[in-house]
């Protein structure tokens, strides 16, 4: 369609606060909604396990003392959900990609993708390149405070800079593979990168 | 790819791999029906739809004379068998896309949206049940459209909806749910009101809790599946329930409407 047509009678209601950095089609909220296909997982951080694979083979996997023993990284960064809510400055604490590729002695990425796993059988895809260079971390703390379930705890993965569905929670495995393939979402309509600033909400977008 | 039309033409799988891309289209304002005080439902005409599954939901778009857009989700609540397309709108207090389509539009306008979107949510006949359906306020709307697909399908799928609102007044679609339910001997339904009920009420007094749920969700042995729909907490508060009670969490969909994480 070219130009969207003009409703009738429709003005914003809301004002973006001067220097927002507000991705298209984002609105900003101050709470933090949740929205995910089942119900929230309790998990105990005594039965949590992690572990990075590539193909069939285990890279490393941690308990959750060890996986707390790793280097620590702390960001503060806006989130931008599918569902148009957008969230400044959200403060997170967690493990860096970067830092558990060093962890297992990878110094290149043996794969070009990634699919994350979760409890409850979630999965989505990523690009490595997405992953890499303090762009990404396995967060296990919001706001100094352990990870709510509701939220994805006890870990979650964080990519903020792509719609936060990537971000998938109560992550349990990371897979490298070298061929992309879409993860949950991925194959029902969503997009397979989902950049927030280009609106990649839905295939073909 | 198996979009529902008004045969029998999906299939038992999860969902569809492959869709087409979902483009912007309008469609014409062909009636708006007020269904409780804080709530109506706008029945759109699509320039082009190819099908819906009952459960799933389209992005409305409004964009101001100043170039200023809106997009908010809204479940679909008619089945995928009529052609026309029924939203259900609740007021939001101060709500910037609510406000306008339950105060400002109007018949014959022109509504931008697309859809269908969500393939996890989604029931349909050929998925058998039994189903139980939990509703919170308007979450009933993706469950309502189960619902009328379940009603003009004629197989007696076993099903039972649990239905939250506030008071008798509050309950969307009551009488046609009032008329299924009467209809319809495999179909059990259940309100619970949580702030206001007639003296003599003789459904459930306040929020659903795990007793109303293990009453009337069937047995694990009859493997329900469960779509849960409402505000983010009750949404939470059913869902933990249920696995409490020893349902299988697979079984068990959510759909939250945000943005509130109450
Ligand atoms: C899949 C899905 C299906 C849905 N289906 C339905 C449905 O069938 N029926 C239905 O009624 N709803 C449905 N919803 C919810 C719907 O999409 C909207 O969230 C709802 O209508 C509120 O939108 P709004 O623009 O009116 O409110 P908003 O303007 O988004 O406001 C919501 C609240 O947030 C506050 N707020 C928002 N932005 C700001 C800001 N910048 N600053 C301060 N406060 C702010 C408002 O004050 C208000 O309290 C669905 C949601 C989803 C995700």
Redesign the pocket.
């Known amino acids: 369609m070219d130009r969207p047509p003009v409703s009738r009678g429709f003005k914003s209601?809301?004002q973006t606060p001067e220097g927002a950095r507000l991705p298209p089609g984002q609105?900003?909220?101050t709470d933090f909604p949740v929205?995910s296909a089942g119900p929230t997982p309790e998990i105990r951080v005594v039965d949590w396990k992690i572990a990075l694979q590539l193909g069939g083979s285990l890279l490393g996997k941690w308990t959750w003392d060890e996986f707390e023993a790793l280097p620590q990284t702390t960001i503060t960064v806006d989130i931008h959900c599918v569902?148009k809510w957008t969230k400044l400055g959200t403060v997170w604490q967690g493990v860096s990609f970067d830092d558990l590729l060093k962890v297992v002695g990878v110094s290149e990425p043996p794969d070009a993708y990634v699919m994350a796993h979760c409890d409850g059988g979630y999965t989505t895809n990523l690009p490595v390149s997405d992953l890499v260079a303090g762009k990404a971390m396995i967060a296990t703390r919001y706001e100094g405070l352990p990870l709510a379930p509701a939220h994805g705890g006890p870990a979650r993965l964080l990519v903020p800079h792509l719609y936060f569905w990537k971000s998938a929670k109560w992550l349990r495995r990371l897979r490298f593979m070298p061929k992309d393939e879409p993860g949950f979402w991925e194959s029902r309509g969503y997009h397979n990168y989902g950049d927030p600033w280009r609106e990649q909400r839905y295939d073909g977008d | 790819m198996a979009i529902p039309g008004g045969s029998n033409v999906m299939t038992a799988t999860d969902a569809p791999l492959q869709q087409p891309s979902i483009a912007w289209q309008t469609g014409r304002v062909q009636a708006i029906v007020a269904e409780t005080s804080r709530v109506k439902s706008i029945i759109l005409q699509p320039a082009n739809w190819s099908g819906h599954w009952p459960g799933q939901?389209v992005d409305i778009r409004l964009t101001a004379d100043d170039g200023y857009q809106?997009e908010?989700?809204?479940?679909i609540a008619s089945p995928p068998e009529e052609k026309l397309l029924a939203?259900?709108?609740?007021r939001?207090?101060?709500?910037?896309?609510?406000?306008y389509l339950l105060d400002e539009l109007r018949v014959g306008d022109t509504l931008e949206f697309r859809g269908p979107i969500?393939w996890h949510f989604i029931w349909s006949q050929t998925r058998g049940g039994p189903i139980c359906l939990v509703a919170g306020g308007?979450g009933i709307?993706?469950l309502m459209a189960m619902l009328r697909h379940r009603t003009r399908s004629l197989a007696p799928i076993p099903a039972s909806l649990i239905y939250s609102a506030r008071s008798l007044a509050e309950i969307v679609y009551r009488d046609e749910l009032d008329t299924m339910a009467r209809d319809d001997r495999d179909l059990r339904l259940v309100y619970a009101l949580t702030r206001e009920h007639p003296g003599d009420w003789n459904g459930h007094r306040g929020r659903v809790n795990a007793a109303l749920l293990a009453e009337n969700s069937f047995t694990r042995e009859q493997n329900p599946t469960f779509f849960i729909c409402g505000p983010t907490g009750f949404v939470e508060g059913i869902s933990s329930m249920l696995v409490k009670l020893g349902f299988d969490p697979l079984a068990i969909r959510t759909?939250?409407?945000?943005?509130?994480g109450a």
């Open positions: 209601k809301r609105y900003l909220t929205l569902t | 939901h809106a908010r989700s809204y479940s939203l259900t709108v609740e939001v207090e101060d709500g910037e896309v609510s406000s969500g308007t709307t993706p759909e939250r409407f945000g943005p509130t």
